[in-house]
């Protein structure tokens, strides 16, 4: 079993409106919801793909309720441990005339020190039947710093490598605990190492502790850091459309990859078509699988 | 007792952005949510004033769950129907740098057969102890088009007078169940009848069945039309600000103005006054009672 892992659970929530009037006040045409989260994301795309997938967070009040109620009708078993606090919403504004979307991202709940305690326990007794952990997204208050490392450790403990993608302070420490994979892209590389420089940033993480680095970088594709060599992964075509569900994508085929005990080319040539698989999906969490097929032969892999 | 009717209860809820980025995305600093519709806003104006209110209208889902809390946390009772469709969010995106806001309006949910029987119910035996009732604003789908005509109707066989602020179809059907007062903006009242004199337009209506027409003109101040004569009341000064809660705010004095039996003048100049002291509140359903009391010796009611 895949067990993802997603701290900060958000309802997903898209307002489609004719033509946004800013400044002034707009009817919304129709309203559609799902699961959120970079964690779900991972999920929905894992499950898609035939994977036995289970979630974990932490998800509270009415809109946990929904997010819950969303996960059992897409199929995801979902061991979300509940909260206080109000799981967040994220809302899309999508503007039918321009074409594009404003989005709206509600602070996550506190999180109190004894649910946190609750979701370690959780965690560690899900272990029991992981094969792979996949830690990804920002962490709600109340979290403390050294959370993602000390799930790292736990399932480091267990035998079970991990997959980490997540920013700041919780990279730069996650790392330290042996991660198998974090997939940083280029902005949150660069923030958390202070090196403008991919590789050399790659490289101070890999010194830190991960086993490898992957680093999204948009319509490039891939850059990979471990200990021993370097590669470069290139899509088949430029890319554009979802950048969200793209890295969510690329998480989903870095922790299958691992779990195949594929060599790092073919890590790399999967996880650029699944990303670009995503891209062309306007919800995060979806892949187009017939695009995922023809990409994947099409991927150039480069050790550099 | 006054009864409010709000057919299409809602959840207004205020996201606060430090400056909006449209097309792209933002963080929101912090959210804020009561409850909402403009029935809603009367009865809590009522409330502020010392009069003892009773909220009825239609509510579920989740979203109905947390109307319910709000108005039980302001210490209105309620005696919401539930129904099986979720209760429409109203949001505010408030633009800090910009000072202004950005209004999306979710559509109501779908009201069963069975649930507008189950509501019209218990109007009838909520109506044994009201003195008056207000109905305002739009119904959801599934409400006939003779709803707030049915429910005047019914409030008239038990005596007790009704105030109407509706617009369109509801508001043409609604005055011939002969209402005690309806009050239309300009803009609704020259949509619903196809008069552009305000005057003309008034009397189309009191000839339908209203006994009296009060016409909110924003900053010129408030028109008046009986079968016998016709008043005009202006504010004391330029007002600006929130005109949702205006229009709220002048239907609660109504109300009050009928309940005490006052003459046309005392009441034009109360509704005046109480709208002033709405339109310098951000939050609709709020009054500066401190400014009422100073507007209220200084609105000019003259017969014309």
Redesign the interface.
Known sequence: MILCVTLNAALDVT?V?DQ????????????AEHAGGKGTNVARVLHTLGEYVVLTGLAGG??G??IRRHLAAAGITEELVPIVGESRRT?A?V?EA?G????????GPAVRADEWAAFVRRFHRLLADATVVVLSGSAPPGVPDDGYASLISLAGDAGVPAVLDVSGAALRIGVTAGPAVVKPNREELAAATGHGDPWIAADSLVSAGAAAVVVSAGAEGLLASTPQRRWVARPPEPLSGNPTGAGDACVAALARGLLAGNGWPERLADAVALSAAAVLRPVAGEVDRDAYRRFRDLVHVEEV
Do not use: I, M, Q
């Open positions: 307002y409106v946004v009037r800013w400044h002034s006040g707009n009817r919304v045409v129709s309203t009415g809109t309720d929904r809302l504004v503007d321009a594009d979307a404003t989005g709206f991202w509600e602070p």
